[in-house]
DNA sequence: TTCGGTAACGATACCGGTATCAATACCGGC
DNA sequence: GCCGGTATTGATACCGGTATCGTTACCGAA
């Protein structure tokens, strides 16, 4: 894998060609009070204090303090002074929370635990709940950390994130097949709110977030029995699962046993596409019989469709496929690929609100949120042929 | 969209189940030192000052400043015990920076300016570069805080991410389409490093990062015209696209221009699928004796596949289309997607290091890096028919 | 044994910021 | 005008943490 051509270098006088007025402002506002002494160490930024900001606005620093921190007994007008004077002078403003109820915390950490692949593949599934996170994180005005974690074989963190060891956040999203003895040394290790999102945790007592997942694979398993099919087999799924599979193993299961269907055909695998292309063919070289897959996952279904193209079957003419998650590729595919959509973004999104929730409110109880899923039929599953 | 079926509430006494060595040991300290005063002020984490990790310790708590902030004048054995104390009680501990030279940097931000599409759609090249931005922080003991940017028509942002008012970083990298002046205003508003990737700003003193686009282009192109192609097409751009997007047009003309071929067919459009397909379909009405398409990145590439099948036409065998970035779904589709292989994670990769760099000497001069493509070969591209 | 130098450490001053509380201004009712 | 209450403010104490510098222990050389 080449890197780097080459490393144009272009030495320029450092200026801010830009002439704008607050710029000017700034400038003469620190002339003024000529406190500003550029005090360069570690590289922190320019040791405005809260006596240069009160020396502005014309207060004390008692008041300046009570003025930034929200607090009451100070004067509208008086305020509004203040926090000027600091913006002005780049003092660092927590901005009011607009409207909102107030809520205790002001950074919070999501901490995902997945492998990346190599070289590098991101999982579009904590992408999507990320992307929930963060636009959460901003309508409520918290800043947002984020870290992934490495894990041992024996899937033990190997070292904590330095947000954790250094306590930087007040609240943690933890996304992703943690195991629990994992999440509970983390909740001795710091003493701030947790939520869980698509993970489970059963014997801790912290607020989690998770996907319908029994129901879901249900759904995927009738659509595939109302479609005619009897023999249906199922990848991506292993007895080390994470518990999320698990229970996509167990849906599957239960719907064939309540339509009295004896046949199993599963085939362990792990969960991406390559492990789908393995299981799939073993599972149809062992197993002709079987007319649709219901997989784990949809990088195993897009495993299993090219796995059935490479042995000369149509899909879904020979073949039907079903997927989970409904990732942006699954449209994409040839068949495109009927799936289970899982609402990722708002897996992201819930999980901060129930974070805020449970940080203004600790006493309240353990909750634990279901959220549905949907069947997104595309042209990967079709009645057997004969 | 719907969204949540049922909200399980379990209520349950909040109990921590884990038996191990480590959290006993913990309580016994507490209970020795007995300074663990539960203070639940505003959520944030428990108490423990300094005084009580020098008094576990057995030193002063100026020795025990001295040896949590890696300074000199500490013996050895002493460091490890304040060290030590400090990790049992919880206090957050700035783990050494292993080996490595020392680095300024303690908390960095990734700030992006992309649109979610609705509902939510999840840009992959961004995915990738943050992937590659966190895994070079956690290999620095860095930690990396993130946000998203939204502007207003104008393209100018509509408000600063908390992560900006509160001043709660001390390096920021900027990746995506923001406009030089959006840039100018944030070095004036924070006074730290600042690293943009695949984005320009060429009057203002950043280092940055950048895709070789033109070259990248020019390659693309070049490889249809050996294919045979002489009406090669262009979507993808606009007058209004980013700089980046910009380059990619200009080595498309530029490589036509070097082979003598007049012929320009260029039809402008944004950057996802919807418009690809809008545009190729423009596009070969317009100027049906196009054989090949060169899209400015994989998205309109993909939008293009669907439109010329939509048309009749088969892809490679009559027309073919090649793209740009190599997301995960380029190598999906059918048939695959020839394209230009941009190496995302690295830019992140390279974006943490160049701050790292800038922050140990902030007198260097300018850099910009460029990163090196590569051609991707898969089966959408073929010689024309006749 | 004495001397000088250095590593290690603690006492203390200092700094930035918050909490408290007394002082003061304001205001409406009588 | 007097009175009592409330809103607002500044002085000051306090807290956690860092920087400085004097003291001590130790060690090798004269």
Redesign the interface.
Known sequence: ??????????????????D?R??QA?IELFNETSVFHLK?D?????SITLHDVAKLAGVSIGTASQALNNRPNVAQDTRTRVLDAARTL?Y????SDNGTADN????IGLLTKHD?GF????N?FY??I???V??E??RH????????I?VDPANHPI?W???I????I??LILAGTFIE?TI??L???????IVLVDSYAP???FDSIVI?NVEGASTAVDYLIQQGHTHIGLIGWAKQSPPSIGERQIGYLRTLEAHNITARHVEESGLNREEGYRAAKMLLQRAPEVTAIFACNDLTA?GAIHAAREMGLTVPGDLSIIGFDNI??AK???PSLTTVHV?K??LGI?SVRQLIAR?MN?EQ????????T?LVIRESVSRPRK
Chains 1, 2 share one sequence.
């Open positions: 894998m080449s890197a780097v051509t080459n490393q144009q270098e272009t030495a320029r006088i450092r200026q801010f060609p830009i704008n607050y710029f700034t360069k570690k590289g922190m930024v320019s780049g660092p403003v927590k901005e205790p915390l002001s950074v990346y070289p590098f593949e991101v579009a992408s999507y990320q992307a929930g963060e636009s994180c901003r005005n918290l800043s947002l950390m984020f870290s992934n490495e070292m994130p330095s947000m060891t250094e306590q930087r007040d609240g003895n509970g040394l909740g001795q290790r710091i003493d701030i709110p014997n801790l007592p319908g897009i942006d590729m994409e595919v040839t609402y973004t708002w819930f940080a600790p109880p353990k909750t634990t949120m279901h959220l549905v949907d």
